[in-house]
């Protein structure tokens, strides 16, 4: 079965930086496009960054200039850099596989890792 699994959550103080990990399993990983989401508790999930089969990278507004993401296609794993950590940032941090090939969607999730940013 598809796994999708992240790490590198925990505590940080504002200002801190963390690096989110995701690593994958059973999915043809460089045909992915992957994202990182996070949902905090009482609001909706939101799109934090994505990356592309082919490396091209967006982010939401939010996290410009601050959040960087990343893949290593050999070892079928999605980073995502955080700096300068606001307490704003504290969320559940889920990782996301997409691929279309033809008429058809393959979405796969991780369960999430929390991150939690405070003084």
């Known amino acids: 079965q598809v796994q999708l699994v992240e790490s590198g959550g925990g505590l940080v103080q504002p200002g801190g930086s963390l690096r989110l990990s995701c690593a994958a399993s059973?999915?043809?990983?460089?045909?992915?496009?992957m994202a990182w989401y996070r949902q905090a508790p009482g609001k909706q999930r939101e799109l934090v960054a994505t990356?592309?089969?082919?490396?091209?990278?967006n982010y939401a507004d939010s996290v410009k200039g601050r959040f960087t993401i990343s893949r290593d296609n050999a070892k079928n794993t999605v980073f995502l850099q955080m700096n300068d950590l606001k307490p704003e940032d504290t969320a559940v941090y889920f990782c996301?596989?997409?691929?279309?090939?033809?008429?058809?969607?393959?979405?796969?999730w991780g369960q999430g890792t929390q991150v939690t940013v405070s003084s």
């Open positions: 990356i592309s089969s082919g490396g091209t990278t």
């Open positions: 996301n596989a997409n691929w279309g090939p033809t008429m058809v969607q393959y979405d796969y």
């Open positions: 059973r999915i043809t990983f460089n045909l992915y496009s």
